[in-house]
């Protein structure tokens, strides 16, 4: 395998000095670690258009032993993307959420097995859509269980976004709940008052159970969500390019979003919508997206976890509380896992993805088990491996979700420090 992608960079060796500005590897204790497949990956990447720009950054036993930059961050521009290029990373927000509320666990100011309601009362008489009649109208029944705190961290409350294109996605949008000039009070009350997609507790449906955990937390410090995100997470960690806005006579570091049309070519991604990115601040700060934020920003927060929930000499959590995060929550009987089936062979802890058995064939997406992470719509990626002690960060911007890009990446890591072992002889499902 390693010969075929000293091949491969020899084919492109053109397009990818043309592709790449600045790729170098730090020298570190892991001498054994290879740039030539991340290299490769990246830049093929980006002369294949799959996306406009992308870089990694990658640490192995606390040292950094790679960062690459390939394309550009705006093509119209021909601004190329940098170290310090600011992505917007979409749902790679939901595990600093995780962590701000995690540290709010260990204040004892609630617990996983505390009924939603009982700190957001509105919750006390949602209602489960079961199905629509003859007329249309939908039918509605009580949960069969209490929605509880633990539900909103693994996705078991039974929330959706709205894209879903059911009875119970309606719904949703026609509530409204993301609206950016809503506060997370708000946005609270109005969900409450649409129906379930499913019954809490007996689905893994992704949806709206970060921003409910938002709130939560508004509600047990009364203070402002954002205000908590800083002073727990974002400034202890020295994340200073990590942020819910920017002014817009600031953005000139921020990557453009591309959409891939039918055609091939890469066009910017209008900003409308909930995802606009707007010319003044939301009064909602989002648990579940909003945040944009560098490589070296994320990967001060990565490794935080991959270190036991420490950053030199900086305590955001307790060991025990990053392995309760890390640890798979989801119950056995759970079978309806909406696309978390797609990330491969995983569980899920408490806002992130739990690797639980190595990929059985080259077609998942590469990973060991133990590992954690999660990624974002435009198609950031993070991830901890606390076996081999690699901390990994990419970022692009790509929408909708692009799983190849960051398969590229996944298994060319691993190829770099020699630990890829699925057979390329093993039959794809």
Known sequence: MRQIVKTLLTITGISLLSACQNSSPVTSPADSFDSLPVNSALAELVDSQTVAGTSALIYAGGEEVYFGAFGQANVKNEDPIER??????????????????????????????????????????????????????????????????????????????????????KLLG??????????????????????????????????LSMDVLARLAEVVTKRPYEDLVYERVLTPLKMTDTHYFIAPDARGRLATVYTKTDSGALEATPE????????????????????????DDYMRFALMLQNEGTLNGVKILKPETVAL??????????????????????????????????????AEPYGIVGEFFWDGAASPLFWVDPKNDITAVFMTQIYPHNSDAQNAFRKAVYEGFNLYEVSADTPNP
């Open 84 to 169: 310090d290029t600011q992505f917007r990373i979409y749902s790679m927000t939901k595990p600093i959420t995780g962590v701000t509320l995690m540290s709010l666990y260990e204040d004892g100011l609630f617990k996983l097995t505390d009924p939603v309601s009982k700190y957001l009362p509105e919750f006390e008489t949602v209602k489960v859509l079961s199905q629509s009649d003859d007329t249309g109208e939908p039918e509605l029944e009580t949960p069969r269980n209490a929605m509880t705190v633990i539900d909103l961290f693994r996705h078991t409350a039974c929330f959706g976004y709205g894209w879903e294109g059911t009875p119970a996605a």
């Open 174 to 207: 026609d509530a409204d709940v993301l609206n950016p000039a809503k506060p997370l009070s708000q946005m609270s009350e109005d969900l409450a008052a649409v129906p379930l997609y499913c019954h809490p507790g007996e689905q893994w449906k992704y949806g």
């Open 272 to 295: 409308t919508g909930n995802w606009k990115f707007g010319e003044t601040k939301a009064a909602q700060t989002n648990g579940g997206h909003g945040l944009i934020s560098t490589l």
């Open 325 to 362: 995060m890390s640890k798979d929550h989801l119950p056995p009987q759970i079978t309806q896992k909406d696309f978390l089936p797609s990330k491969g062979q995983v569980g899920f802890g408490l806002t992130m993805a739990v690797r639980t058995a190595p990929p059985s064939n080259t």
